[in-house]
């Protein structure tokens, strides 16, 4: 009875000893992973715990996690037990090429690799860096650069009947796109695009480092264009309106005069593009780089390896998805038949008490999704 009580206990300490060992060969470390991943079919990027019906990305990413072994079931169960944190909360069927989170793991073996296997082939870890380990992915983020890509005939004027398929931007129109879009660049006070947020309130207030439209190119014989947009950070719908009120000038409904306008006092209406499009391209960490980054013992959350891999995922998820949509379901052709229910001139003031100050307004862009501006 003694030797058979002895045994249990030898055998109790070595498996203790192995988990151990193995808990030694892989230690938990602070890391950031770079993320893409087609969002079609999502409920945005940020975990609803108790809300299985809608089903979102980072599901997907805490079970590939659990059962490569990189974490233990229960930091999948309270992601606050890893220090799980995402960079931007992408919405609903928004798509991201350079989303970054940040987390403790275990550091096995190949790691990417493992989490990969896991993985739907539409969404895939791209790369993996050690940071210090008070990093905060969101926190620490200086900048967003966001994409959004459309197609072009969402340009054409107004009193011009156009064959969407036919249609091709000439170089003033593309011009004078670029010449709007520029106007945005600097801080300015968005609460005509957003909601919840009325003209005083301080979170509305945001800096676009730069934005404009790129050289239109053809795929399944439709013409598209990709907008390219950079600020600290984004509230919910503010790049598509952005988008939207550039889309309504250009056509025709809408005076220049308007976007000066939308950042007073006064309600102005903007109208929202469609959601299909959006892509967040990648997040910027200017000032950990500074400090960090040729410290010696980190790297600076830069990601030039990766660029063909994020290219080539790009090219075979997000693309695909976003012109197929939109030849299936044409929500640009369909909303821009909604534009001329917009009341462009309208300029009444007292409109503002429908649009009172929030302070817990929940700002998802297919967005960044922080209430205030980034750290």
Known sequence: ?????????????????DTEDQNKRSPKRKIVLLMAYSGKGYHGMQRNVGSSQFKTIEDDL?????????????????????????????????SAAGQIVSLKVR????????????????IRI???????????????????????????????????????????????????VNKLLACYKGTHNFHNFTSQKGPRDP???????????????????????????????FMMHQI??????????????AAESIIERSWGEEKVDV???PGL????????FEKYNRRFGNDGLHEPLEWTEEEEKIAVFKEQYIYPTIINTEKEEKSMANWLNTLPFHDFNSSNVGMQANHKNSKNSSDLEGSDGCDNDSD
């Open 62 to 94: 805490v079970s590939a996690l659990v059962q490569s072994g990189c974490i233990p079931e229960n930091h999948g169960e309270d992601m606050k037990k890893m220090s799980f944190q995402r960079c931007a909360r992408t919405d609903k069927g928004v």
């Open 1 to 17: 009875e003694e030797n058979r009580h002895q045994n249990k206990r030898l055998k109790s300490d070595a498996d203790e000893d």
């Open 240 to 253: 598509r309106k952005m988008i939207g009120l550039v889309i309504a000038i250009v056509k025709g409904f």
């Open 271 to 273: 109208p929202k593009a």
């Open 126 to 176: 791209l790369g993996l860096k050690r940071v210090t380990g008070g990093f905060n992915s969101k926190n620490k983020c200086d900048a967003r650069t966001y994409s959004y890509m459309l197609p072009t005939f969402a340009f054409a004027h107004k009193d011009h009947n156009v064959q969407e398929e036919v249609y091709r931007l000439d170089k003033e129109t593309l011009e004078k």
């Open 107 to 122: 550091l096995i073996d190949d790691i990417l690799e493992k989490i990969n296997n896991h993985l739907p082939s539409h």
């Open 277 to 284: 499009g959006l892509v967040l391209e990648r997040v910027h």
């Open 203 to 233: 979170s509305a207030k945001r800096y676009i480092m730069e934005m404009y439209c790129r050289e239109p190119f053809v795929r399944e014989n439709i013409e598209f264009a990709v907008i390219k947009v950079k600020g600290q950070s």
